[in-house]
């Protein structure tokens, strides 16, 4: 079974930056889309942001022109870049693999641990 391991996170004051990073084992990443996560507490885990094996991307719109996803298909790494953080953005963080239908993207591979990010001055 695939891992993903997600690193990165750490706290921060708002309108800083942070870069993470997820790792997979295996091969199985550079062929596949990608797709970074959050969760705050109390709330449902929603989709930050997806690259597709091609390199395509597509943001959710409370990160859009904040955030940026990228692919290293040579290392199997996703990474999120994220910049001009906020409070709202603190969460715990974590990437998978994910299939797209007709109603979106979701989810396929087991979580990991994920990264927590936390915006606060």
């Known amino acids: 079974q695939v891992q993903l391991v997600e690193s990165g996170g750490g706290l921060v004051q708002p309108g800083e930056s942070l870069r993470l990073s997820c790792a997979a084992s295996?091969?199985?990443?550079?062929?596949?889309?990608m797709g970074w996560y959050r969760q705050a507490p109390g709330k449902e885990r929603e989709l930050v942001a997806v690259?597709?094996?091609?390199?395509?991307?597509n943001y959710a719109d409370f990160v859009k022109g904040r955030f940026t996803i990228s692919r290293d298909n040579a290392k199997n790494t996703v990474s999120l870049q994220m910049n001009s953080l906020k409070p709202e953005d603190t969460a715990v963080y974590y990437c998978?693999?994910?299939?797209?239908?007709?109603?979106?993207?979701?989810?396929?591979?087991?979580w990991g641990q994920g990264t927590q990010v936390t915006v606060s001055s």
């Open positions: 690259i597709t094996s091609g390199g395509s991307t």
């Open positions: 998978n693999f994910v299939l797209g239908r007709t109603t979106g993207w979701v989810p396929t591979g087991s």
């Open positions: 295996g091969s199985m990443m550079r062929m596949l889309p």
